[in-house]
């Protein structure tokens, strides 16, 4: 038998034959949306509240949409980019646009952060930290500006 009919997944997406018609990987693509969107909802919702639970949730929910921004741009190489809820199209931002917004945003919320192991199950200061720790990753998104110099500098 098949070793892709025993698999529970898409043999597609195993066998890395994927494209953006494919309904997993739309899925993946509203998902991140919507969750950038959720985002930016609280982060204008909270707007302007300076006591220190607030600007710590604020905190979270900017690395929350850093890391979904990182992931729209992992996969899909640019992304629609908005910091603000709108019901208007927002701009397509290419890889190295998105990584250096990614990096300002964990620079500029570090100190925000809760402390390792202060705060159970949330995010902390170590999490900013991620994409700082993986040069190889941050040279390919700086000077990326198409999907295509991906696959040719890996």
Known sequence: MDLARKMPVSPELTYMRWNS???QTEILYNRLAYNIT???FFLDQIAGKEDATSVQQ???ARFLRSLFYYYLMDTFGKAPFT???SKE?????TASEL???IESELESIEN???EPRQAPFRTCRQSCLLVAACPFVSQIY???TDRSLFITSL
């Open 89 to 93: 199209n927002p701009p397509q931002k």
């Open 83 to 85: 910091e603000h809820f």
């Open 112 to 114: 925000d952060m809760s």
């Open 38 to 40: 959720l985002c930016n």
């Open 99 to 101: 990584f250096a917004y």
């Open 58 to 60: 604020r905190a979270e």
């Open 142 to 144: 700086r000077y990326a």
């Open 21 to 23: 018609s494919h309904q």
